[in-house]
């Protein structure tokens, strides 16, 4: 991997491949940032460093050099030194690049500091939201058991209600059964007892129709008779005794409903 050295204000940090300014005091801008931060043309009298603000007064002191010399440059620019001359520019130029190499790794030292403090501190957050959630996951958890609990006590509940109301509406039925049934039996006393006076008033006119010769129920005359059926033609005979038809239909009416109550009431029993 090349390594470059970078350039010297903080906010620019870019890597310098081509041409640079070099100061004295061991400092590297890129060109942009020697013009806009006045090291190449100095507004002021003085100069200072943008770096470390010490005063570059000697024209020598920040100058432009090409990072990648040619072949030329690089023959020429120390002939005619003597050695010691030489070997002092060569030392400081190494003093140069140490001084800068070691700033880089400083300043990528800090860099690793404060990413890892900040790589703490979110460490340090996050572990405290996964607590947090984690709690919080259990609280929900130990909730919904509860909630689940009472549900089923709830279910449980209810199921017994249930039952209650069934066992409840059977019972209801029953009642209403042996209410009807004794309903039944009521009526069909009463229709009994309305069935024997009938029939008593029946006795009576048979009574009253053998002391008239003409065999007719006082206040039914013969054009008033209804149409004959078989029980009535067979009182109707000759020879037999008569009864009137009101009379007849009043009995059948009263067998009828008596067998209807009978009927009623067993259906009433099958049900209990
Ligand atoms: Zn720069
Ligand atoms: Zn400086």
Not at 226 to 251: C, E, F, K, V
Request: hydrophobic share 35%; aromatic share 6%; net charge neutral.
């Amino acid at each position: 991997m090349d390594f470059y050295l970078r350039c010297n204000s903080l906010k620019c940090r870019a890597p310098l491949k081509e041409r640079a300014v070099v100061t004295t005091c061991s400092h590297i801008f890129c060109l942009h940032c020697a013009g806009s931060l006045g090291l190449s043309h100095p507004t002021a009298n003085e100069r200072a460093c943008p770096a470390c603000q010490a005063v570059l007064v000697n024209p020598d002191d920040a100058v432009a050099t090409a990072l990648n010399p040619t072949e030329d440059y690089k023959t020429s620019v120390l002939s005619g030194l003597d050695p010691n001359t030489i070997m002092e520019c060569a030392g400081r130029a190494l003093l140069f690049w140490t001084y800068q190499t070691t700033q880089e790794i400083f300043y990528q030292e800090f860099l690793a500091k404060t990413l890892t403090e900040k790589y703490t501190n979110l460490n340090t957050q996050m572990d405290k939201v996964v607590h947090n959630a984690n709690s919080e996951i259990s609280a929900l958890q130990a909730r919904i058991s509860d909630m689940e609990t009472a549900q089923d006590q709830l279910r449980k509940k209810n199921q017994e209600l249930v039952d209650m109301y069934r066992e409840k509406c059977k019972k209801f039925t029953q009642m209403t059964n042996l209410y009807n049934i004794l309903k039944s039996r009521a009526m069909r006393s009463q229709m009994q007892t309305a069935a024997t006076d009938t029939v008593s008033q029946a006795l009576d006119s048979l009574t009253a129709s053998r002391n008239h010769p003409t065999g007719l129920v006082p206040g039914h005359s013969e054009s008033s008779r209804p149409p004959h059926t078989p029980m009535s033609r067979q009182l109707n005979t000759p020879g037999a005794n008569t009864i009137s038809l009101a009379q007849y239909r009043n009995i059948e009416r009263v067998s009828w409903v008596s067998h209807a109550l009978q009927l009623e009431e067993q259906h009433y029993r099958m049900t209990v």
